[in-house]
């Protein structure tokens, strides 16, 4: 385990304040006024990770007179809800209002670092982003999600999601008559000079409409891709939504308690001694970086008081 533990120090990379285990999440901008804009965030988590905190940050950009989006600022959004979806949480976040400028805004949100992922060759090294850009101009609210996209898929079945657009029973929803679409896109690992950089992975086979996302797995665990919402108004681009999510494949998702096993956990520290082992991890008397193996998989976590 140690020389196991020896070869995952070499990609750790500087980490934020928190890890909640994150599996995916989408960006999304509400307008109720043309003086009251607010930005909410959802993130899928595993509930085996940290509790989700109260409050994110979520950096802004706004676009200059070149045309680049730079950084103005943060903005923090409150945790509002946390609801369970197919074993994992989805934590919702908003801002308090926002008065923006008639201009372009990008929203992203980052968080260290993605856990591992059978189709990415650098996943544990990688920031979760996801993103959001927006025009400020009047009546221009982005898509929401009106329910979270599925989790876990069946192997070797044709897993099928839809309706993907409607007002209700669907996956996403939209305020405005606009134009919208729905593809599929990147694995990201950060963010550079205004360029949303890929993973180095394997993009998974789906058939991606704005009727349906339809995929057949044949191998179990978890896989990871992007989904990427374009809004158009009079033929002109208002805003774009980069989504990040990961799907579990399963043998049957007939009966999917009957596969959930307790976990057996070993914890290291960044020595690689072993501080801790058992099937409940002890975050409370844990503080700084850790690396957890629990049999299946192996992931570091960052812990703060």
């Given at each position: 385990?140690?020389?196991?533990?020896s070869?995952?120090?070499?990609?750790?990379?500087?980490?934020?304040?928190?890890?909640?285990?994150?599996?995916?999440?989408?960006?999304?901008?509400?307008?109720?006024?043309?003086?009251?804009?607010?930005v909410?965030?959802?993130?899928?988590?595993?509930?085996?990770?940290?509790?989700?905190?109260?409050?994110?940050?979520?950096?802004?950009?706004?676009?200059?007179s070149?045309?680049?989006?730079?950084?103005?600022?943060?903005?923090?959004?409150?945790?509002?809800?946390?609801?369970?979806?197919?074993?994992?949480?989805?934590?919702?976040?908003?801002?308090?209002?926002?008065?923006?400028?008639?201009?372009?805004?990008?929203?992203?949100?980052?968080?260290?670092?993605?856990?591992?992922?059978?189709?990415?060759?650098?996943?544990?090294?990688?920031?979760?982003?996801?993103s959001?850009?927006?025009?400020?101009?009047?009546?221009?609210?982005?898509?929401?999600?009106?329910?979270?996209?599925?989790?876990?898929?069946?192997?070797?079945?044709?897993?099928?999601?839809?309706?993907?657009?409607?007002?209700y029973?669907?996956?996403?929803s939209?305020?405005?008559?606009?134009?919208?679409?729905?593809?599929?896109?990147?694995?990201?690992?950060?963010?550079?000079?205004?360029?949303?950089?890929?993973?180095?992975?394997?993009?998974?086979?789906?058939?991606?409409?704005?009727?349906?996302?339809?995929?057949?797995?044949?191998?179990?665990?978890?896989?990871?891709?992007?989904?990427?919402?374009?809004?158009?108004?009079?033929?002109?681009?208002?805003?774009?939504?980069?989504?990040?999510?990961?799907?579990?494949?399963?043998?049957?998702?007939?009966?999917?308690?009957?596969?959930?096993?307790?976990?057996?956990?070993?914890?290291?520290?960044?020595?690689?001694?072993?501080?801790?082992?058992?099937?409940?991890?002890?975050?409370?008397?844990?503080?700084?970086?850790?690396?957890?193996?629990?049999?299946?998989?192996?992931?570091?976590?960052?812990?703060?008081?």
């Amino acid at each position: 385990m140690k020389k196991l533990l020896s070869s995952l120090m070499v990609v750790f990379i500087s980490i934020s304040s928190y890890a909640s285990h994150i599996m995916g999440g989408m960006v999304t901008v509400a307008q109720t006024s043309y003086d009251s804009t607010s930005v909410g965030v959802y993130l899928l988590t595993d509930p085996q990770g940290i509790n989700s905190p109260n409050t994110i940050n979520v950096e802004k950009w706004e676009m200059n007179s070149q045309g680049w989006y730079v950084q103005n600022g943060h903005i923090t959004l409150d945790k509002t809800t946390t609801i369970s979806h197919q074993g994992k949480n989805v934590v919702t976040y908003v801002s308090d209002y926002l008065d923006l400028d008639s201009n372009y805004y990008r929203f992203i949100y980052k968080s260290c670092c993605w856990g591992m992922v059978s189709n990415s060759s650098n996943s544990m090294s990688s920031d979760f982003i996801i993103s959001a850009d927006y025009w400020h101009i009047p009546n221009n609210s982005l898509p929401y999600g009106e329910n979270p996209l599925i989790v876990n898929l069946q192997k070797d079945t044709l897993n099928t999601m839809k309706p993907i657009w409607g007002n209700y029973n669907c996956f996403l929803s939209q305020l405005d008559s606009d134009s919208v679409n729905v593809t599929q896109t990147d694995l990201f690992s950060g963010y550079a000079n205004g360029v949303f950089v890929p993973q180095v992975f394997t993009q998974l086979n789906m058939s991606v409409s704005n009727d349906s996302i339809s995929w057949t797995p044949t191998m179990l665990g978890n896989f990871a891709t992007g989904f990427e919402i374009t809004e158009y108004r009079n033929n002109q681009l208002i805003g774009t939504q980069r989504i990040q999510w990961t799907f579990t494949v399963l043998n049957t998702t007939l009966d999917i308690e009957e596969f959930e096993q307790s976990s057996y956990y070993y914890v290291y520290d960044i020595y690689g001694n072993l501080f801790y082992e058992g099937d409940k991890i002890p975050y409370i008397d844990m503080e700084g970086l850790y690396v957890i193996h629990n049999g299946n998989q192996t992931e570091k976590v960052y812990v703060i008081k």
